[in-house]
């Protein structure tokens, strides 16, 4: 069982829907992040978050410690948030690790 | 800020030859790390550097593989032989104040080993 999981590994929506990947981890955490990969390849970070909600623009990210779970959240989806959203998270016992999810494929149609 | 550089950002080369892949991290940060993803492994860590300094080359695959950071704003990932398997994108990252902040990503280099 990997120490990181995300679910689903592929999502397909209609443009306008609401999206939710959720990320669940097996190990002692102090941060939890949220990034993109674009279809061209590059990788931004969306969040960092070691507890509660952080939201930006249409994006919201959310994290239970308690319950080792995190979402991430888009609304009014639009074609241009396809991409491959991954999930990786900072173990307690390392400042610069980070165990990475296997990704969650979201593709929205017009 | 330009973001973090690299380059090339596509390489193909013949097995048993020598690459060299180079990252210029963004000004001010003094984390850098090496990442490779493949389909089969996604993103594995190759090296991290702070200060300059090579803290954790655990994820260096074998002796093939080699990386240098000169100086704050320069680093290379020296593959020397390579092979075919080494083929994938291998992404450079900065960071400041340790890994402890968000890593900001390179484009990436796409590597072909044929």
């Known amino acids: 069982k990997n120490e990181v999981e995300q679910s689903p590994q592929n999502l397909t929506a209609q443009e306008g829907e609401f999206i939710t990947i959720n990320c669940s981890y097996s190990?002692?955490?102090?941060?939890l992040h949220w990034l993109q990969q674009h279809p061209g390849g590059g990788i931004v970070s969306l969040f960092m978050?070691?507890?509660?909600?952080k939201k930006h623009g249409r994006l919201i990210a959310t994290i239970n410690i308690q319950e080792k779970h995190s979402s991430l959240h888009i609304t009014a989806s639009h074609p241009r948030d396809s991409a491959v959203y991954i999930c990786?998270?900072?173990?307690?016992?390392?400042?610069?690790?980070?165990?990475w999810g296997a990704g969650t494929k979201l593709i929205i149609k017009p | 800020d330009a973001g973090v550089i690299q380059s090339p950002r596509h390489e193909v080369t013949e097995m048993g030859q020598e690459v060299t892949l180079r990252c210029k991290p963004i000004?001010?940060?003094?984390?850098l790390f090496w990442y490779r993803q493949t389909m089969m492994r996604g993103l594995e860590l190759l090296i991290y550097?702070?200060?300059?300094?090579?803290?954790?080359d655990s994820g260096m695959p074998e002796d093939r593989f080699s990386a240098k950071m000169p100086n704050a704003s320069f680093s290379t990932l020296k593959i020397q032989p390579s092979e075919p398997r080494d083929s994938a994108v291998y992404f450079c990252?900065?960071?400041?104040?340790?890994?402890?902040?968000?890593?900001?990503f390179g484009p990436g280099t796409r590597l072909t080993v044929t």
């Open positions: 978050l070691s507890s509660g909600k």
């Open positions: 000004s001010g940060h003094n984390s």
């Open positions: 550097f702070n200060n300059n300094v090579p803290i954790d």
């Open positions: 190990v002692g955490i102090s941060a």
């Open positions: 990252a900065s960071s400041p104040t340790g890994g402890v902040r968000e890593q900001y």
């Open positions: 990786a998270a900072r173990p307690q016992d390392s400042n610069y690790q980070l165990i």
